[in-house]
């Protein structure tokens, strides 16, 4: 009987342990971080404080620690599965607009600053981080070169659903990834992710020859 009550003791010793490691593994926010964000911004114009605020992606992402641990692992593919489940199709399902505007909207950075009005049309800012028209001589490399990605990958259906998903929620496919999530938080409207589309695909576009 003794040695019973001393195995049952020892169980829920571990199972306590386990619990307290696994809320401890969590991706919390540090109060002092917090407060110090709120007192050292204000809001002013469409740059609202409501932009502090990390959503569970952006908790999770800041917490290098617990994204290599098993349970982080879980929670990122479950975020990931959950944003894509989100993202709607193209409205009339058509995915491809007028390249030529779409090259405006990647050389585009304006939008959603502080000195902006609500009015402002927002730019994708795309060449910020990729290299898309070889012509073009001035350009980010923190993404990956988009030359000829129409011309290397086809339009088929699951490549315009994919590139459409990648642009309208980045994050769907790697939670951490630093490419804004466009139509997720309405940074660009469908007609202009649709010309972005199609200055990637369209093979008429300087992109793809």
Known sequence: MK???Q???????LFSGFNQVSLAAEPKVDPKVQQMMQNSFVAAGVADLGRLTQDSIQLLCSDASYQ??????????LLQKEALAKIPKPEGGVYLGDWKKGELIAQSGRGATFTD????????GCYNCHQIDPKEISHG??????TAYGKTRGNTGPILEYTWNRIYNSKAYNACS?????????LLTQDQMKDLMALLLD???PVNQ
């Not at 009005?117 to 994708?124: F, H, I, L, S, Y």
């Not at 630093?178 to 309405?186: E, L, T």
């Open 3 to 5: 040695l019973f009550f």
């Open 7 to 13: 195995t049952v003791l020892t169980l829920l010793t």
């Open 68 to 77: 290599n641990t098993k349970a982080g692992k879980a929670k990122i593919e």
């Open 117 to 124: 009005a609500p009015n402002t049309v927002n730019g994708g």
């Open 141 to 146: 490399t923190m993404g990956p070169s988009l």
């Open 178 to 186: 630093n490419m804004p999530r466009f139509g997720h938080f309405n």
């Open 203 to 205: 093979p008429s576009s």
